[in-house]
């Protein structure tokens, strides 16, 4: 994408924490670890865990409905809904069907988007895309997760690393007071590395047996080191391209909003990036990595908190497993 029609903007954002949060020292009982180990390689504290039958859609339906407060918007006034999760209610039916139903959107047309961490940016690019082709005018993107089902807790290379959550945005069209909106965006994918971050017992390919459930293979696996390296590449490079397109550099950016993967990843984006470690907002020491909810969590509190101020230029980068990776970069106008 090239840029966008003038007056495609966000105009909300809300976002949902379970009340449980599950720190450090609260692991140190349940596997073999520290708080200095974690924070070191890390740098999470805590993370938020939902509660038994608090699923990722009831947070997700949450964050809309603050999202849509702050934007001023009747939930009958969104006309298109899409989730970014791969850890909905069920597989069947679409996520963004009960969405809509908490959330009495009854106009809008309703899908769920999976790309795993990317999940956010991939979904507010389609609803961009949507809006802009003129068939809608207001669309509530989520990006919702509840990981903690899909992690082995006695593996302390992951476990120590996830936490649930949601947060959502309002798109709109003709928001010309907005200033430029979204202005311009990236997306990648390379399906031929993903094996080095999955979850191999769950899907149609093979019927769930208790041998899955014996190998573990119905949780995370990742291998750390591999992933480490393709993240930091991607994202430094989607945002570059990101920035290109536009005809901007990191010095024309305000505010940087890195998926919250982990701190040393965090880092070496600044590094590479450029530009002063205050222009990034980052979460991750009381959230952890929510995956597909991460940018639009921090995204919220860095507008709520006045990190993010009208006029502002925000670049979003993400990076996740398929692999999946992108940017997208704004004028924020709220």
Known sequence: MKGNRPG????GTGSYLPKRTLTNAD?????????????????????????????????????????????????????????GSFTPDFYLPSGACLIQDMLGAKRAVCFDL????????????TARCMIESGAYRTALVIGAEKLSPFIDWEDRATCVLFGDGAGAAVVQAGQEAHGRGLISNVMGSDGSLAHLLNIPGMGSRHRLTAEHIARKDVY??????????????????????????????????NVVVPHQANMRIVQAIENRLGGSEDKFYVNLERVGNMSGASVPVALDEAVRSGKIKKGD????????????????????GC
């Open 220 to 253: 995370v696996k990742m291998a750390g080191n591999e992933v480490f390296k393709h993240a930091v590449r991607c994202m430094c490079d989607a945002g570059k391209q990101a920035l290109d397109m536009a005809g901007m550099t990191m010095d024309d950016v």
């Open 8 to 11: 495609i903007a966000i105009t």
């Open 114 to 125: 999976a790309a795993a961490c990317s999940a956010f940016l991939f979904s507010l690019e």
């Open 27 to 83: 692991l140190e009982k349940m596997v073999e670890t520290s708080d200095e180990w974690i924070v070191t390689r890390t740098g999470i504290r805590e993370r938020h865990i939902a509660e038994e039958g608090e699923g990722a859609c009831a947070m997700a339906a949450e964050a809309g409905r603050r999202a849509l407060a702050q934007a001023g918007v009747a939930a009958d006034e969104v006309d298109l809904l899409v989730l």
């Open 313 to 332: 230029i925000v670049l979003l980068v993400v990076f996740g497993a398929g692999f999946t990776w992108g940017a997208s970069l704004m004028e924020w």
